[in-house]
């Protein structure tokens, strides 16, 4: 019996795993469009759906509300049926009704299909992670999921200069964001199409007990990888295994592979646990208001900080119905930013363990969030939200490659969707709290923020170290 590790090592990281990175690549750009993109949509939108402050913590609320409920159910299919099945179906669905959320006529109709899209992209969310790390040998996934990440970034370019091209554009049939909101799901429909042609993850197959499934993928992999020539065979590989294994005895009870993941693992979920939901509330959340404080901050010439800006502000004052690329500057420059973060990232993973650059961005994070309670200038604001924000996306990959690396692959779909529930119950409660607090006590909001990171800071220092990761996946 192989190690299915052991394998990968021998085959390398070659065209097989070159391909599927960029599918999943492709397919994070869409799900990022859909997630961080939309804020601009939201913004285009505003008049003609009449969509004002309320209206939009319900859209959001609506949006990561139904990814929240749906994780846990594309976390159980992912591990029954497997990972490429969900990303396609699930991707499928929501693209589909994302394409008609553009045609709705009124704000209701809007929320409900957007919503529903929320329900489907979660699945996406939920595996694509899982999918691209099981096709990676383990000393390579953190980088090869950070570069994955890149998507992020390139998405924040791509969503706002084709809202700067669109969004001022005075057509009568159809509007200028509703044709934004049809080009962004043009990722995932080639991501998608990509995904059809790929094969199942082979751990997934080796925790269902489907060896030969396993041996023909890893075949598909050898020949891809090492040339037409070559074979396991060749290779000495004639079987597959893997540690911690899913027990025989335990594989038709579908409550127990959550009762072990909440028992043996209790410690480090309740870690990722804290550590999604804040840095999930504030990298995700804190984009949309972002963008809204920094039009709030160009309608007035006098230098302010936000917490002035937000005491003086006007209610009448907060629609702005043109939207042209002098107000996409910052958002594309936030892309920029984002994107040579996670570049930076891949440079530090060189040299640093995954959570010593997580500490680092965390600290980072906290300095953008002292800096918003005296920053006065409109760009010195902006600076300060880079800070508090990108981190956090940032250190969300890392953490994922680590909980990837210390569950067993039949826990995984079931791990990954329970800390993206509690991320998108952290995008909305932080969305909710800002929300409620930012007009009546603002230097509240962000301080409470600073003790929310540094807690999350301390918890990833609790983390294990790689060593002693690797050592628990080989006594167990």
Request: proline share 3%.
């Amino acid at each position: 019996m192989n190690d299915i590790d052991e394998v990968f090592n021998k085959l390398g990281f070659g065209k097989m795993q070159y391909i599927i990175l960029l599918a999943c690549l492709i397919i994070q750009m869409w799900i990022s469009n859909e997630q961080l993109g939309f804020g601009v949509v939201i913004a285009g939108a505003s008049c003609e759906l009449d969509i004002v402050n309320h209206r939009v913590a319900w859209l959001v609320s609506g949006n990561f509300g139904s990814q929240m409920i749906s994780c846990y159910l594309w976390g159980e299919i992912s591990d029954e049926y497997g990972r490429r099945k969900v990303l396609v179906l699930a991707g499928l669905t929501a693209n589909f009704l994302s394409l008609l959320s553009a045609c709705m006529p009124e704000f209701w109709s809007f929320w409900a299909f957007r919503t529903l899209a929320g329900f489907f992209i979660s699945g996406n969310v939920v595996c694509i992670m899982t999918y691209l790390s099981e096709f990676t040998k383990v000393s390579l996934r953190p980088k090869v999921q950070n570069i994955m990440s890149y998507a992020i970034g390139l998405s924040m370019i791509y969503v706002p200069s084709l809202a700067g091209v669109l969004l001022p554009l005075k057509m009568k049939p159809i509007r200028g964001w509703r044709i934004l909101l049809i080009c962004n799901q043009i990722p995932g429909i080639i991501g998608l199409f990509l995904m059809v042609l790929l094969p199942e993850s082979p751990k997934y197959y080796l925790s269902i007990g489907n060896q030969e499934k396993a041996m023909k993928v890893m075949e598909q992999v050898c020949r891809m990888n090492r040339g037409k020539e070559v074979t396991l065979a060749s290779l000495g590989v004639d079987s597959l295994t893997q540690p911690r294994l899913r027990d025989s005895l335990t594989a038709t009870d579908r409550c127990h592979d959550t009762k072990t993941l909440m028992t043996r693992h209790l410690k480090f979920m309740c870690i990722f646990f804290y550590i999604f939901f804040s840095l999930s509330g504030i990298g995700f959340a804190l984009p949309t208001w972002m963008l809204r404080i920094r039009v709030l901050a160009h309608q007035v010439e006098e230098q302010k900080t936000i917490c002035k800006h937000i005491k003086d502000f006007r209610p009448q004052e907060v629609l702005e119905c043109e939207l042209g690329y002098d107000k996409m500057i910052a958002p594309i420059t936030h892309g920029f930013v984002v994107l040579g973060l996670f570049v930076l990232t891949s440079i530090l993973l060189i040299r640093l363990k995954r959570r010593v650059v997580m500490v680092i961005y965390i600290l980072i994070s906290i300095a953008g969030c002292v800096s918003l309670n005296f920053m006065n200038h409109s760009d010195l604001i902006l600076l300060g939200f880079f800070a508090l924000i990108d981190p956090p996306l940032c250190s969300l990959r890392l953490a994922s490659s680590l909980l990837i690396d210390l569950v067993p692959t039949h826990l995984r779909g079931k791990a990954f969707a329970l800390i993206s529930m509690m991320g998108r119950g952290g995008v909305l409660v932080t969305s909710l709290y800002v929300g409620l607090t930012l007009s009546k006590i603002c230097y509240v909001t962000f301080n409470l923020l600073i003790l929310v990171l540094i807690v999350c800071g301390i918890l990833v220092l609790i983390l294990p170290s790689d060593y002693k990761i690797r050592s628990l996946i080989q006594h167990k």
